[in-house]
């Protein structure tokens, strides 16, 4: 790595105009060009890259260090990276990230759906963001041509994290949000057509134990939408919210086909797929007739690849060393998530009453929802929460503490959600 400084400041108008002259023996030489500037909420940096020459390709990095003065530690700062990092994702409380067991962690402004960082003071109320003031290109770097990016560091007071958070996103939203694009559509013509890709996607299997039917919008990586042979009630392919989406249709339309339909998911669910506890299991195979338990999100890349390289060409050593051994650990592990089960039972919960409303009461649907709860309430954390997971005889994953890699702390498969 080869560090730089300016060669030449000097003052433009309100602004700051800073040149630096990079040179790596015979590798490459660029010129970048810094244009600082004062602004209401923060400080701008709107920077110009000329690659002069050379064949090898540049990497820039530009160290802040922000310093509360009142804080004493790494505990008086708190973070957001969205979608990525919260806090410190330190749920079980020992101190390091819970799935990567390190704070020294890299993100790409291209998989920042906020392009913006957030910094909170817990001792001042104070935060700093650093956010990307211009959308990320795909470029390729060329003798003589000359590439720019612009970032903004804004500095406020705030309440607490989410405050903080919330100012950094309403100031991007005035920022990147192009409110003279429209859709070619209605929210009302979206909404019927997602239904009737649902309805369509309709498929039953009479030749299969207890013929299952379902709606197969889920798609593989793969195989585009591969074998539809996957009921999943949960995350992307939650047949009961589409059961309930359903009924909705048949209210509006009377056409007995979408109820049917949604009958006959519905019917297999509950006479299939709960177990005796209440608990519902979360994918069915088809096929195989029989359950999967596939932990989405942790074993989803494992699944596709055995090869510790090839993996860590995908998802970086960081993550690989993080849960690699967690995956292997999962993949014998029989049990659903917390959410995928509330989320399959809530629907189903709906669908009951959409149809009392009609006068169909439909006894064997009420009975699984008040089994299922009646189990929650049993399983509950004494703080009122849940765990992240459960098998299917209710034992929870608290304590199943995995083995962690060298140098790294220990983790735990489940967080508490409330």
């Not at 023996?25 to 002069?52: F, H, M, N, Q």
Request: hydrophobic share 35%; net charge negative; glycine share 6%.
């Amino acid at each position: 790595m080869l560090k730089a400084r300016y060669d030449s400041i000097e003052k433009e108008g309100d602004s700051f105009r800073c040149e630096a002259y990079i040179k790596c023996a015979s590798l490459l030489e660029a010129r970048v060009v810094d244009l600082w500037t004062p602004e209401k909420e923060g400080v701008r940096l709107d920077r110009s890259l000329c690659y002069i020459r050379g064949s090898s390709a540049l990497r820039l990095h530009t160290e802040f260090e922000c310093r509360d003065n009142r804080a004493r530690s790494f505990d008086d700062y708190q973070f957001i990276f969205p979608g990525a990092f919260y806090n410190k994702n330190d749920t079980d409380g020992d101190g390091m990230d819970d799935y990567l067991g390190t704070f020294s962690q890299d993100y790409k402004d291209d998989r920042n759906p906020l392009l913006a960082e957030t910094c909170y003071c817990v001792n001042t109320n104070t935060f700093i963001s650093l956010i990307r003031a211009d959308q990320p290109k795909k470029v390729e770097l060329q003798p003589g041509e000359q590439r720019s990016m612009s970032y903004m560091i804004l500095m406020g007071k705030a309440q607490d994290l989410t405050a903080a958070s919330w100012n950094t996103t309403a100031f991007q939203m005035e920022q990147i949000l192009n409110s003279d694009i429209r859709f070619p559509f209605t929210l009302e013509e979206a909404m019927k057509y997602r239904r009737e890709l649902i309805f369509h996607s309709y498929k039953e299997y009479p030749e299969k134990d207890g013929n299952p039917a379902g709606f197969f919008i889920h798609f593989s990586p793969r195989k585009k939408y591969g074998n539809q042979n996957l009921l999943e009630y949960g995350f992307t392919g939650n047949q009961i919210m589409n059961c309930y989406v359903m009924l909705k249709a048949y209210e509006e339309s009377k056409d007995e086909e979408y109820r049917r339909r949604a009958h006959n998911v519905i019917r297999f669910f509950v006479e299939k797929c709960i177990e005796e506890n209440g608990l519902p299991n979360g994918i069915y195979n088809i096929e195989k007739q029989e359950f999967v338990y596939w932990w989405t999100g942790v074993l989803l890349p494992f699944q596709y690849s055995d090869s510790r390289e090839e993996l860590e060409n995908y998802l970086g050593d960081q993550a690989v060393d993080a849960l690699m051994e967690t995956a292997e650990q999962l993949k014998g592990k029989i049990g659903n998530y917390v959410r995928t089960m509330v989320e399959a039972m809530h629907y189903l919960m709906l669908c009951y009453q959409m149809e009392a409303k009609w006068g169909q009461y439909h006894k064997d649907w009420l009975d699984a929802v008040i089994r299922f709860c009646d189990t929650m309430v049993e399983i509950q954390n004494e703080n009122g929460s849940w765990n992240r997971a459960y098998d299917m005889n209710k034992t929870c994953w608290a304590n199943m503490a995995f083995k962690p890699s060298a140098g790294q702390g220990a983790m735990q498969s489940p967080d508490a959600a409330t």
